[in-house]
Nanobody
Framework: QVQLVESGGGLVLAGVSLRLSCAAS????????MAWFRQAPGKEREFVSV????????KYADSVKGRFTISRDNAKNAVYLQMNTLKPEDTAVYYC???????????????WGQGTQVTVSS
């Protein structure tokens, strides 16, 4: 069992940066691939980024590639999402998720956090 708690969201102006954190509790955090998804009002949950168990593999959605960076610290049971040059279209609730597979498919992930709101104003 893994519990996930996101933090770091907020209301910001376009062009600035935010860093989201996801703190995990429970055993075997380092054995899970970790991902970030987001969901805007009226839209389906969409993949943002995923990182492998060791951190040596990452994947990004085209919409955030070059602006967002995912990282993890297995010693601290945490995963992060550094978001730079934010745009209004990045506005969404951001969720972290843990799973056994490196995949962009939400239903493949076993554990989810409650989400943190990111609002980017123009």
């Amino acid at each position: 069992q893994v519990q996930l708690v996101e933090s770091g969201g907020g209301l910001v102006l376009a062009g600035v940066s935010l860093r989201l954190s996801c703190a995990a509790s429970g055993r075997s955090f380092s054995s899970y691939a970790m991902a970030w998804f987001r969901q805007a009002p009226g839209k389906e949950r969409e993949f943002v980024s995923v990182i492998s168990t060791s951190g040596d593999f990452t994947k990004y959605a085209d919409s955030v590639k070059g602006r967002f960076t995912i990282s993890r610290d297995n010693a601290k049971n945490a995963v992060y999402l550094q978001m730079n040059t934010l745009k209004p279209e990045d506005t969404a609730v951001y969720y972290c998720a843990a799973g056994r597979l490196i995949t962009t498919v939400p239903r493949a992930y076993d554990y989810w956090g409650q989400g943190t709101q990111v609002t980017v104003s123009s």
